[in-house]
C-alpha cells in the first residue's frame, strides 16, 4: 500500500496502486518541461502507458488560478490555498485513477514546490506541510538543481523574467532583474531545505539537455525496476539527525525512528 | 504569518453558528441594527463572498465535481480570501465585524464528509479568534420544520447528497444536519462556543446575545460613521 505524509483523503484507496509515480522538481525555467517531452516518448517507446501532468492543470481550479493571478489580487495564503485545490483537483482525477491504472505518472512539480514557494512568501512551514501531509509518497523525486547565476541567461534568453518568477509580489519596488535574483536565491535555498527532509535525488541542471536527460533516464530506468536506489544519488543526511536517531533507537523510542527521516514530515502536526 | 489565535487588532469579531433553521442569521441582524444604533462602526462579512474564488466554487457545485477534500479547500480557499482582504483589514481599522458562520461551519461540515478533524482545524489555524462566538442551539426537528416550510428543493451539496446517505433530498439533509449538529456539540466546549437556545422567543435570545457583546465592547471605541 502507497504511504502518505499523513493524513488519508475520504475515498482515497491507497491499495493496488501499482503504477508508478515520479516527480521532476526544480525551480522556474530550469528545464523541467523540456525534460519531460524527452522522457514521455522514451517511456511509450518501452510500452510504459505515461500521465503527464503538472501545475494549475485541473479542470477545477486552473483556469481560476490563472485568472486570479493575471490580476495579482489574491493574498499569499488564499493563492496557497488555491493552488493546493488544484493539486487535489488533479491527484483525486488524474494521478490516482492513472497509478490505479498501472501508469507512469510523470509529473512536473508536486507539493514540494508549492510548499517552498508559500514559505518563500512568509507562510509558515508548519502549516504548509501539515496542509499537505495527504500527498501520497512519490516513488522518486528528481530535482534539478541549478545555481541562479546559471538560471538567469537561460530565463533572459528564453521567455523573459515572469512577474510571479520574479517574486515581484514580494519585492515590488524593484526591477525584475534584482527581484528574480533575491527571489530566486531565496527559493532554491528552500528546495535544498526540502531536498533533504524528502530525500530528493539531485540531478545537475546546468549540464546540457541531452546530459540531464541520460541521467534522469537511468534514474526512472532504477525505479521502474524496483532495483533500490543507489547511494551515490542520494543527499546525505545531516549528521546529528543521524546521532540522534542512533541514540533514540539505543534507549528504546522505536517510533521515532521507524520511519527514516528523510521521507517523514517532522515539523508538521505538533 | 498568524496562527489561529487572540489578534490584537482594534476591531471586534462577532460570529453565529447552528444549523440551518437555528434562526442565527435573524439573531445576527438584530445586533446589526442594535450596534449601529448604538454607534459602532458595524460590517457584515458574508461566508462565501469572494468573487475571486466564487467562480471556481460555483462551477464546481454545479457540475458537482467536488469530493470532500476538494469541497473543503475550494472553501477555505474563498475563507482566506476574506480574511486577507476583508476582515483582517477591517479589524485593523477598527470595525465591529460580524459573520454568519465562521471556521466552525467548514468543522462541522467537512469532517461530517469524511475529512481528519485535526487536518481541518489545521488547515484554517490562519483564522483569527473571534471576540464572541455564539452557537444557536435546536432541535433537529424544529429547525427541520422552519426550513422546510419556507422554500422549496435543497441543493446538492446543501443536502449533502454527495454523502450518498438517502436517494431523496429531504431525507438526505436530516441525516446530513443531524450529524452537523453532532459536530457543533462536540466544538462547544473545544472552542469555548456560547450557546444560546434557539427555542427561545427570538427577543429573549437579542437580549442574551446584546447583554454578552456590550460586555466584550466595554473598551471598544466607538467609531462614528454615518448611516
Redesign the interface.
Given at each position: 500500500m502507497r504511504e502518505t505524509y499523513g493524513v488519508v483523503l475520504p475515498g482515497m484507496n491507497l491499495v493496488d496502486l501499482t503504477g508508478k509515480l515520479i516527480v521532476i522538481e526544480g525551480t522556474d525555467g530550469v528545464g523541467r518541461s523540456t525534460q519531460i517531452n524527452l522522457l514521455k516518448p522514451w517511456l511509450e517507446q518501452q510500452g510504459r502507458a505515461v500521465l503527464e501532468t503538472g501545475m494549475t492543470r485541473s479542470s477545477l481550479a486552473g483556469g481560476g488560478i490563472k485568472q486570479a493571478k493575471e490580476g495579482h489580487t489574491l493574498g499569499r495564503i488564499t493563492l496557497s490555498l488555491f493552488y493546493t485545490t488544484d493539486f487535489t483537483d488533479r491527484l483525486e482525477n488524474e494521478i490516482i485513477p492513472a497509478l490505479r491504472a498501472g501508469f507512469v505518472v510523470l509529473t512536473d512539480r508536486y507539493t514540494y514546490s508549492l510548499m517552498a514557494r508559500a514559505i518563500v512568501r512568509g507562510i509558515d512551514p508548519a502549516w504548509i506541510r501539515q496542509v499537505y501531509s495527504f500527498a501520497p509518497k512519490p516513488d522518486a523525486v528528481f530535482y534539478l538543481r541549478i545555481g541562479v547565476d546559471d538560471l538567469i541567461p537561460r530565463v533572459v534568453f528564453s521567455r523573459g523574467f515572469d512577474y510571479w518568477e520574479s517574486g515581484m509580489d514580494l519585492h515590488p519596488s524593484e526591477d525584475m532583474y534584482e527581484s528574480f535574483r533575491k527571489y530566486q536565491t531565496a527559493l532554491l535555498a528552500q528546495f535544498d531545505v526540502l531536498g533533504e527532509e524528502f530525500s530528493f535525488e539531485v540531478v545537475d541542471a546546468s549540464a546540457d539537455i541531452r546530459t540531464v536527460f541520460e541521467r534522469l533516464r537511468a534514474g526512472i530506468a532504477r525505479v521502474l525496476s524496483g532495483e533500490p536506489r543507489e547511494p551515490l544519488f542520494a543527499v546525505p543526511r545531516p549528521k546529528e539527525t543521524v546521532e540522534e536517531a542512533a541514540k533514540a533507537e539505543e534507549a528504546g523510542e522505536a517510533k521515532v525512528v521507524e520511519v527514516p527521516a528523510p521521507n517523514k514530515v517532522t515539523a508538521a502536526g505538533e | 504569518?498568524k496562527?489561529y489565535g487572540e489578534h490584537r487588532f482594534p476591531g471586534k469579531l462577532f460570529i453565529v453558528e447552528g444549523i440551518d433553521g437555528s434562526g442565527k442569521s435573524t439573531q445576527l441582524m438584530l445586533l446589526h441594527q442594535w450596534l449601529q444604533a448604538e454607534g459602532y462602526g458595524t460590517v457584515f462579512s458574508e461566508w462565501n463572498s469572494s468573487p475571486?474564488?466564487k467562480?471556481?466554487t460555483r462551477?464546481?457545485k454545479k457540475k458537482q465535481?467536488?469530493?470532500?477534500?476538494?469541497f473543503s479547500?475550494?472553501h477555505?480557499?474563498d475563507f482566506?480570501?476574506r480574511?486577507?482582504?476583508n476582515i483582517i483589514p477591517l479589524l485593523k481599522a477598527g470595525a465591529v465585524v460580524l459573520c454568519d458562520r465562521y471556521i466552525y461551519t467548514a468543522f462541522a461540515r467537512d469532517v461530517v464528509?469524511?475529512?481528519?478533524p485535526?487536518?481541518v482545524r489545521?488547515?484554517y489555524?490562519?483564522a483569527v479568534k473571534p471576540t464572541g462566538a455564539f452557537y444557536f442551539r435546536v432541535p433537529l426537528d424544529v429547525a427541520m420544520k422552519r426550513i422546510l416550510d419556507g422554500r422549496t428543493g435543497l441543493k446538492f451539496y446543501e443536502a449533502g447528497m454527495d454523502l450518498e446517505l438517502a436517494d431523496e433530498p429531504e431525507e438526505s439533509f436530516r441525516i446530513f444536519q443531524g450529524r452537523i449538529l453532532e459536530e457543533y456539540e462536540k466544538m462547544v466546549p473545544e472552542f469555548d462556543l456560547t450557546v444560546v437556545d434557539a427555542t427561545l422567543p427570538i427577543e429573549e435570545q437579542q437580549v442574551q446575545m446584546r447583554q454578552i457583546v456590550k460586555a466584550k465592547l466595554a473598551q471598544a471605541k466607538r467609531l462614528r460613521v454615518s448611516p
Open positions: - | 504569518m496562527r475571486l474564488v467562480e471556481t462551477r464546481g465535481m467536488l469530493t470532500p477534500a476538494t479547500l475550494i477555505a480557499t482566506a480570501d480574511m486577507e482582504h464528509r469524511g475529512m481528519e485535526k487536518w489545521e488547515l489555524s490562519f
